[in-house]
């Protein structure tokens, strides 16, 4: 008999269904002191002593003899050679999702704008490419080529002149589909260097790691806080919290598949958020029965139990209205409506990082090959922020050219308000413009 998985049930209707909610939404992400302390004695040694640190550093945390730079730089050879060592299959499959990738995200790109106002003066936006991007890639056996796809790309398709990735080979653990998705993605340089190291290097560079402006790309609880202490020297792309999804279900779809996609996300890690919300009470039963069913055929079974376990739910609604209402108050990061017909419920959607649309809709499809980015604001954080994108790697400058005509007209108003806060050289300099 299959033991039953201690998933919490949960009940709209319930008095204290906010603060249940709320208390299984809580995530901290926050370093504690000692963490805090050593990321920054790190950083400082990597300003200070460069290549040195890195090297010394990369011996003490990755278990790697080496004994200079050199050996933690990776040439563009080195990457093609890895596109040979993968199997067909494999490179076909990172081929295609990468044709996927870049086709959307070229749908994405900004272009300057002006227009000319009556009096002739000109006014408008320049968009700009970053002249460099660093992209942390976590390393070893638990790597992800499909991140190295959805961090470059973007760029790329941007205009970004370089990119430099980050990847740690602790004690040697080299992904060759990893290196095999820099390659097809068009990454420029590879160090084999990671945590709060690698990002001090992509911020403050060194004498073999070029600076960067914005760094992106998932991390541990160091890369998180060394990207928390660059931030302002350099942009970041976000702190991300642990992988979570939310399936709206109206009780028609399958269970099994329900159960499996929720399985999607807790597989990754025990801090991952699995929750179902349906107006089916007996749906949600079905779904228990298959999780019970499923679960022990996982590779990852210990770590998706615990997940599921420690922050998964089942909650029922008492209609699709009130789901879509729980779905917002959510805002995960990855939203599948498993309903007839999904267009109905869009527009009410005001929260998710992405939105997968109808049954056949996995979200595990979003992580490597659709299109659109993987990367996606966790924690409740698409309440205001986005998925990665193209426009992630552009900047924006303001276009203003007065005519004679216009700088007198603007002088006037701008004379105004300048004095009123009593910034006259403000004043005075507009007033030089003004024709009387």
Not at 59 to 72: H, T, Y
Request: with cysteine; glycine share 6%.
């Amino acid at each position: 008999m299959t033991a039953t998985t201690a998933i919490r049930r949960l009940n709209a209707a319930d008095p204290d269904f906010a603060r249940h909610l709320d208390h299984l939404l809580s995530w901290e992400s926050v370093s504690d002191d000692s963490v805090n302390q050593r990321v920054l004695e790190i950083i400082q040694a990597v300003r200070e002593r460069g290549d040195a640190a890195l090297v010394e550093l990369t011996q003490r945390f990755d278990g790697l003899a080496v004994a200079s730079m050199a050996e933690l730089i990776l040439p563009r050879e080195r990457l093609e050679l890895a596109l040979t060592r993968i199997s067909a299959e494999q490179r076909e499959a990172l081929e295609k999702a990468a044709e996927r990738v870049r086709s959307y995200h070229e749908k994405q790109k900004q272009d300057s704008w002006q227009y000319t106002e009556a009096d002739g003066s000109v006014l408008g936006q320049k968009v700009t490419p970053l002249d460099r991007a660093g992209l942390y890639v976590p390393g070893g056996k638990a790597s992800y080529p499909s991140s190295v796809l959805m961090n470059a790309i973007p760029a790329k398709v941007a205009g970004v002149r370089e990119v430099v990735m980050v990847v740690p080979t602790p004690r040697g653990e080299i992904n060759e589909l990893v290196l095999a998705a820099a390659c097809i993605a068009g990454v420029d340089h590879v160090f084999t260097i990671g945590g709060a190291q690698a990002v001090a290097a992509l911020a403050y560079g060194t004498e073999s790691v070029p600076p960067v402006d914005k760094i992106v790309g998932p991390g541990n609880i160091y890369v998180a806080t060394a990207k928390r202490h660059v931030f302002g020297k350099v942009g970041i792309d976000m702190i991300a919290g642990p992988s979570e999804i939310l399936v709206v279900c109206d009780g028609q779809t399958d269970p099994d598949w329900i159960a499996m996609d929720l399985f999607s996300q807790a597989e990754h890690d025990e801090d991952a958020q699995s929750i179902l919300v349906s107006p089916d009470a007996a749906f949600l039963d079905r779904v228990q029965e298959s999780i019970d069913r499923l679960l022990p055929t996982l590779e990852r079974e210990a770590i998706a139990r615990t997940s599921l376990e420690g922050r998964g739910a089942l909650i029922q609604v008492a209609d699709m209205a009130q789901a879509i209402e729980v779905a917002n108050r959510i805002a995960p990061e990855h939203l599948e409506l498993s309903v007839a017909e999904p267009e109905q419920y869009l527009e009410q959607i005001r929260h998710a990082g992405a939105i997968f649309m109808g049954r056949y809709t996995a979200e595990a499809l979003g992580d490597y090959c659709a299109g659109p980015n993987h990367v996606l604001p966790t924690s409740g954080t698409a309440r205001f922020s986005s998925p990665l994108g193209v426009y992630d790697f552009q900047k924006r400058s303001s276009i203003i050219h007065c005519s004679a005509a216009g700088a007198s007209e603007l002088g006037k108003i701008a004379s105004v308000l300048a004095r009123g806060e009593s910034l006259t050289a403000h004043a005075r300099s507009a007033e030089y413009r003004i024709k009387f």
